[in-house]
């Protein structure tokens, strides 16, 4: 002779329908949610005004310091100056020296 | 205005030019024009650490082992090693393992044509004395790869200079990449020399009078793939060069030996204007020259 089992209480149709309404609403909504929880990106080093950029000119200003040697220097060169403080007037350039250039 | 003659090729990944006397006869000229591009050829081919069919590259696959090589490759390697004794290692031919691990890795050209960083962290240099040479024949510790950089370029340069006034020019300019050699009978007042702004490519910064001999320059700011990444290596510290010292060019009778000091400048600071006779250019914006300035137009 067997037992009765004991009956599953089961859900309603209209729980069953709020608890699918309830998880649908929260799959819908959570990548907006991780959207809105995730860290900005950090302003740009570039201001804007409106949407046109404003370029910054850094105009490089430079010192000319004329060092005593501790020992004499070579008398085959000379310091001439540059073209902005009026040595362009005495002759052109034959050619350039700069850091390895490509 | 004094004439002159031009001829100007690439080689060694960057612009060479010969320049000479207009008085100097059209057929020595070509000539000239021609030695001087066979040299630059034949020392590439010896020194170049980006074709693979380069002794250098043959010295660099075979550290470790005994390998025989040209008079010129012993020649610039035992030049080499005497300048990295006198500069107490701050000069050094072994920095080729830190050039690859800050990225570069292939010839310049390639390298600007894509961001880069740095491939792996730095590797340690300094390792120069452990370098074996017994006439022609060479042995690099394992390891240990060969990068004569500058100073092969300032090497060529030389005989390419000399090459030039051999076949037949009054005077001969030769000038690879900014690093240059005059040679020859020059004129009395010698010739003006620009130096190029490093943090404006293209504009002049100072100038200089020469009257023989050489200069070379070296910049952190000249062939640079990204922050703080560029082709001077510090040997103290295996990273890119930073002692706030931007450019620094320099005065010698040869330009191998303007390049070796012009990187010695650069990496030990202001001080070294008691050593050597040049123009620097710091990071905070001063031109610091110790040359003779009586002539100059110097702005107060």
């Not at chain 1, 991780?34 to 201001?47: C, H, N």
């Not at chain 2, 057929?27 to 081919?45: I, P, S």
């Not at chain 2, 390298?111 to 300094?126: K, N, Q, V, W």
């Not at chain 2, 051999?166 to 004129?187: M, Q």
Request: hydrophobic fraction near 45%; charged fraction near 20%; charge should be neutral.
């Amino acid at each position: 002779m067997t037992e009765p089992h004991a009956r599953r209480s089961r859900l309603s149709k209209r729980a069953l329908r709020v608890w699918a309404w309830v998880a649908g609403g929260l799959a819908f909504f959570s990548p907006w949610v991780a959207l809105g929880l995730s860290p900005k990106p950090v302003a740009r080093s570039v201001q804007t005004y409106g949407q046109r950029p404003v370029i910054i000119i850094r105009r490089i200003t430079r010192r000319v310091v004329v060092q005593d040697a501790a020992r004499p220097t070579a008398p085959q060169i000379r310091y001439v100056g540059s073209s902005s403080s009026g040595a362009s007037a005495v002759a052109p350039p034959v050619t350039t020296t700069s850091g390895s250039h490509p | 205005m004094m004439e002159r003659r031009l001829h100007a090729f690439r080689s060694m990944g960057t612009s060479v030019s010969l320049i000479a006397d207009g008085r100097s006869p059209a057929e020595a000229f070509e000539r000239a024009a021609r030695h001087v591009e066979m040299v630059f050829a034949r020392e590439d081919l010896r020194f170049s650490r980006f074709r693979g069919d380069s002794e250098l590259t043959r010295v660099n696959a075979r550290a470790g082992r005994w390998t025989k090589v040209s008079s010129g490759f012993a020649t610039l390697l035992a030049y080499s090693l005497d300048a990295a004794a006198r500069s107490g290692g701050l000069f050094d031919p072994t920095v080729l393992p830190s050039l690859i691990a800050a990225g570069y890795d292939r010839d310049f050209d390639e390298l600007i044509a894509g961001a880069r960083d740095a491939l792996h962290p730095s590797e340690p240099c300094g390792r120069w004395p452990e370098i074996e040479l017994d006439g022609d024949l060479v042995r690099l510790p394992v390891g240990v790869g060969l990068d004569f950089g500058g100073i092969a370029k300032g090497w060529t340069v030389d005989l390419a200079a000399r090459a030039a006034v051999g076949e037949g020019l009054r005077w001969a300019i030769v000038n690879a990449g900014g690093d240059l050699r005059i040679a020859g009978s020059l004129p009395r007042e010698g010739f003006v020399i620009a130096i190029d702004d490093p943090e404006a490519s293209g504009e002049e910064l100072s100038r200089v009078r020469v009257a023989g001999g050489a200069l070379a320059t070296s910049s952190v700011t000249a062939r640079a793939w990204g922050p703080g990444l560029h082709h001077l290596i510090d040997p103290r510290t295996g990273l890119p060069a930073d002692t706030g010292i931007l450019q620094a060019t320099v005065w010698a009778e040869t330009c191998a030996e303007a390049e070796i000091r012009a990187k010695w400048a650069l990496l030990s600071g202001s001080d070294i204007l008691d050593h050597v006779s040049g123009v620097l250019v710091t990071a905070d914006g001063r031109i610091l020259t110790n040359l003779d300035a009586a002539d100059a137009e110097v702005p107060a």
